[in-house]
């Protein structure tokens, strides 16, 4: 496959912990920041910020106990953490408000889910997230969501329960390190002495590109491929359940499956017998080893998913919910599928934000760089409307009988 003519990126660095603009209550500052003195502050951005016996509550940027409910202070305490309550389990952390939208003391902004914001107050569902992991820059959150079909490719829907008891639209953060639930927007996971964040799924398709979908303790999680070369089945142990096939050493671990709707894109669940728990597992679209990123030299054999896009493998993703989007880092590109059409895979990302100049993929963060002179901006084929400015306009393109469409000024 060769690269097609249009461009893309995506990964900032995270935030340091600053003071920010002058606030009056916690809405007024951004997910991930308190308001303390008069002033949106972040002390800490993980658990490493923080005293020993603390941790970081990343909801509101500040260092508590490990059993803080982490709710907003009450009036006059000048944002000292919270130890009347224990967290809920899987609880991730929420966006910055005063309460649920509708008793806010804050009149609802004119801005709307995707538009750009520095204050909940600007936004019609008092919700603004920050700039937060190397995520996306403050924008405005919706006030509440259904599904992951409401929310824009790369959001997930997650249930928000203190102080807001509502869903909203979060970026997906499956695969960042984590060694304790509240890290996480939904659920911190650990395997052995290394944990990492993921989030809830009926499907593959919730997941990022190259991840499965399996019940964890009873509840589907999304589950990230096992990168381990193996020779015998005990050197892969998933959540418990271990697979390793492969005609020669290394082979590959699998991870296992209930149904063809848990496994990535272009593997097959399949029966494995000669494993310690037999069972169903996802079987990889070819017989080579490399992940995401992993060095192909334009050998689509040496990838798991058979897919080599000049020196690097690559997945299948989608710009619709019925497919899974690119992890972070990466942005979901049209290239030539050597048949004479096109087809949606991950590429490498950068930096760049809607409207910003580019002049390839590596300008943003999106991944997407379209029309000459380039300019930054991402694909509304998700049905939810692009940021205020914008209209969703047809690419003149299609990849995998999609007609692609963009948001453009």
């Known amino acids: 496959m060769r690269r097609a003519a249009v461009l893309l990126l995506a990964a900032a660095a995270a ?49 508590t106990s490990a059993d803080a409910d982490g709710g907003t202070p009450p009036p006059g305490d000048g944002g000292n953490p919270q130890t009347d309550a224990p967290p809920h389990p899987g609880d991730g952390p929420l966006p910055q408000t005063d309460g649920p939208p509708a008793q806010s003391d804050a009149a609802a902004g004119t801005l ?36 992951n079909t409401q929310c824009q490719m790369g959001d997930s829907c997650v249930l928000a329960k203190d102080p807001i008891n509502h869903n909203t639209c979060l970026p997906q953060d499956s695969g960042r390190a984590c060694s304790a639930p509240g890290e996480c927007l939904a ?12 989030s809830d799924c009926s499907s593959a398709a919730d997941c990022p590109a190259e991840w499965s979908c399996y019940p964890v303790l009873g509840s589907p999680v999304c589950l990230p491929p096992d990168p381990s070369p193996c020779a015998d089945p005990i050197d892969c142990v998933v959540l418990g ?33 000669n494993t310690p728990a037999p069972g169903t597992y996802c079987l990889p679209a070819s017989l080579g080893t490399g992940l995401l990123g992993a060095a192909c030299n334009n050998d689509p054999n040496q990838c798991r998913s058979g897919l080599c896009l000049g020196t690097f493998c690559t997945e299948p993703c989608g710009v619709t919910h019925t497919a899974a989007a690119c992890p972070h880092g990466y942005g979901c590109l049209p290239v030539d599928n050597g048949a004479g059409g096109q087809t949606l895979v991950c590429t490498p990302a950068g930096s760049g934000e809607l409207g910003a100049p580019c002049a390839n993929e590596l300008g943003c963060r999106s991944a997407l760089c379209v029309s000459s002179p380039g300019f930054c901006s991402r694909f509304c084929n998700d049905n939810v409307p692009c940021p205020t400015g914008y209209t ?6 299609s990849a995998d009988g999609i007609a692609l469409r963009v948001c453009a000024p």
């Open 112 to 147: 709307h889910y995707t538009d750009s914001c520095q204050h909940g107050y600007e936004c019609d569902s008092n919700l603004c997230l920050g700039d937060i992991w190397g995520g996306p820059v403050n924008h405005c959150l919706p006030a509440t969501c259904a599904g």
């Open 187 to 198: 659920w911190c996971l650990t395997i052995g002495a290394s944990g990492f964040c993921t």
């Open 15 to 63: 935030a340091s912990c600053a003071g920010g603009p002058e606030c009056t209550k916690n809405s007024d500052c951004t997910f991930g920041e308190h308001c303390a003195a008069g002033t949106c502050y972040a002390e800490c951005r993980g658990n490493l910020d923080c005293m020993h016996g603390l941790v970081c509550d990343i909801t509101f940027g500040r260092c």
């Open 241 to 273: 359940v271990a697979a390793c096939i492969g005609s020669a050493v290394p082979g590959r671990c699998l991870n296992p499956c209930r149904a063809q709707s848990d496994c990535e894109a272009g593997a097959t669940c399949q029966a494995v017998a």
């Open 392 to 397: 969703c306009q047809d690419m003149g393109l």
